[in-house]
């Protein structure tokens, strides 16, 4: 389904914790993102990536970290240093001139 | 960077009117212009999109268009219908060259009343 994969759909995690969020895609794009959504704040670009073993900081990417060490896939940490992550996590991939596809989500919880 | 500012945010429709959405953008570099229509609970997913060499492009009930001079560029949904209640998001981004940054706007919660 869109061939892009976010796992798991819902996590949960205790204060102090860090979580990893999973994307895979197989669409063979070579860009890949991550989204974070909160009520009224529309797509905020947390980190993105343009090729393998690259990637640029977003707009928010304090508390976050990333690796793309194979085109497929871009996980998302969620470190202890992010002082509110409650939020839904959006992965997407594309081409350079092409529109984004987006994963069906990731909501994250702190518990 | 860029920055795009998208208005209003929340629009309330009669079933069977027009809605308008509008976006600014920043950065005179853009040249790809998505809409995105995010349903309760979904992903976001492309409803149409522009690119800068053209000034308006339709897909039966709905239509973009593009000011590059102003900078600004609109969503027309005609003939409203209830299903058409969604946030909808524009973005913005260069293509081509060596970046792929996508930009969004804040969202516009549209309700379409029966």
């Known amino acids: 389904d869109g061939g892009i994969t976010q796992s798991p759909k819902y996590l949960f995690r205790k204060e102090g914790q860090n979580v990893t969020l999973s994307c895979e895609q197989n669409?063979?794009?070579?860009?890949m993102y991550w989204y974070r959504q909160d009520p009224g704040q529309g797509l905020r670009l947390i980190y993105y990536s343009q090729i393998v073993n690259d990637f640029q900081k977003g707009d928010i990417a304090e508390g976050y970290s990333v690796s793309r060490e194979k085109k497929e896939s871009f996980p998302l940490t969620v470190t202890s240093a992010q002082k509110n992550p409650t939020a839904f996590y959006l992965c997407a991939s594309s081409m350079a001139n092409t529109e984004a596809f987006f994963g069906q989500g990731t909501r994250l919880t702190v518990v | 960077g860029e920055n795009v500012e998208q208005h209003p945010s929340t629009l309330s429709v009669q079933e069977g009117d027009s809605a308008v959405i509008k976006c600014t953008y920043s950065?005179?570099?853009?040249?790809?212009f998505p809409w995105y229509k995010q349903e309760l609970g979904k992903r976001p997913q492309l409803i149409i999109d522009i690119r800068s060499n053209v000034g308006e492009k339709k897909d039966q009930r709905i239509a973009v268009t593009l000011n590059k001079t102003a900078k600004h560029f609109s969503l027309h949904i005609t003939e409203t219908q209830p299903e058409d209640s969604a946030v909808y998001f524009c973005?913005?981004?260069?293509?081509?060259?060596?970046?792929?940054?996508?930009?969004f706007g804040k969202g516009t919660l549209l309700t379409v009343n029966p």
């Open positions: 669409l063979n794009h070579d860009a």
């Open positions: 973005a913005a981004r260069r293509s081509g060259g060596s970046n792929y940054k996508l930009t």
């Open positions: 950065d005179s570099a853009s040249n790809y």
